[in-house]
């Protein structure tokens, strides 16, 4: 079992940044790969970010050169780094952990999520 815990989310601007927090316990998140996700309202969650235990990082083109996904092992927590914020990034943040099937990544446990708005 993994619990994981969002924290960082907020009402930011347009072009400000935040850096969202997924704190784990139960694992070590070195020998797992996470990802975040999010959702809109009306919306699927969508992967935006995911880091492999290699440490290798992939992004949906949607926030590719914005966001960045990190890893700190020695606290067991993983964050994701939002920067030039847009209105369309609005969305409640999803922290996983999971496994990569066939080179595709799976979530298994999930965050309570965190909402992140942006306002124009």
């Known amino acids: 079992q993994v619990q994981l815990v969002e924290s960082g989310g907020g009402l930011v601007q347009a072009g400000g940044s935040l850096r969202l927090s997924c704190a784990a316990s139960?694992?070590?998140?070195?020998?797992?790969?996470m990802g975040w996700y999010r959702q809109a309202p009306g919306k699927r969650r969508e992967l935006v970010a995911l880091i492999t235990i290699t440490g290798r990082t992939t992004y949906s083109d949607s926030v590719k050169g914005r966001f960045t996904i990190s890893r700190d092992n020695a606290k067991n927590t993983v964050y994701l780094q939002a920067d030039s914020l847009k209105p369309e990034d609005t969305a409640v943040y999803y922290c996983?952990?999971?496994?990569?099937?066939?080179?595709?990544?799976?979530?298994?446990?999930w965050g309570q999520g965190t909402q992140v708005t942006v306002s124009s």
């Open positions: 996983s952990a999971g496994r990569m099937v066939a080179l595709a990544y799976e979530p298994v446990y």
């Open positions: 139960g694992r070590t998140i070195s020998i797992i790969p």
